[in-house]
């Protein structure tokens, strides 16, 4: 089972693949707490905390591909269970004004009612992306959509 999205991103793509494939650029957009190397082979961790401060929950991802303007691809090593091993890829292209990223969160092994739920925040996190490369403001965790009573 794959999670899929597309949006346009009324920006150049460079500008996108920067969002992307930063440590800088992923906390202005997925969650304020990211570090790590964001380099082929490399390893980032994003951290997830409650508005309170209040830790929820951490993933690790080894940078697979950076491929400038083209690709973004990490491979998930820790976090939730059915994250562990499936990947997740941002395909881009320009396309006039737009640049388009599709993405994908692949290799789940079974549709669970937890990849529904990703699958939206997904697309939230991805709006935070647009917002972020259009107004140079995004909406990253803890200052998300809440989208259930799971986050």
């Not at 500008?15 to 082979?41: D, F, H, M, N, R």
């Not at 009612?113 to 939230?124: G, I, L, V």
């Amino acid at each position: 089972m794959d999670i899929i999205h597309r949006v346009g991103i009324k920006a150049p793509v460079a500008q996108v693949y920067a969002a992307l494939a930063t440590i800088e650029g992923v906390a202005g957009w997925w969650t304020k707490e990211t570090t790590g190397v964001s380099a082929p082979g490399g390893n980032i961790e994003v951290v997830f905390s409650s508005p309170n401060g209040e830790r929820v929950g951490a993933i690790n991802m080894e940078v697979l591909a950076l491929d400038p303007e083209q690709q973004v691809h990490w491979r998930f090593t820790s976090g939730p269970e059915e994250w562990i091993g499936t990947d997740a890829v941002f395909k881009l292209l320009q396309d006039g004004d737009y640049a388009i990223v599709r993405f994908a969160h692949r290799n789940w092994r079974e549709p669970v009612e937890f990849a529904e739920h990703c699958s939206t925040k997904w697309a939230t996190f991805l709006l935070s992306l647009k917002e972020l490369v259009e107004t140079g403001k995004g909406k990253p965790a803890p200052d998300d959509v809440w989208i259930s009573n799971w986050h």
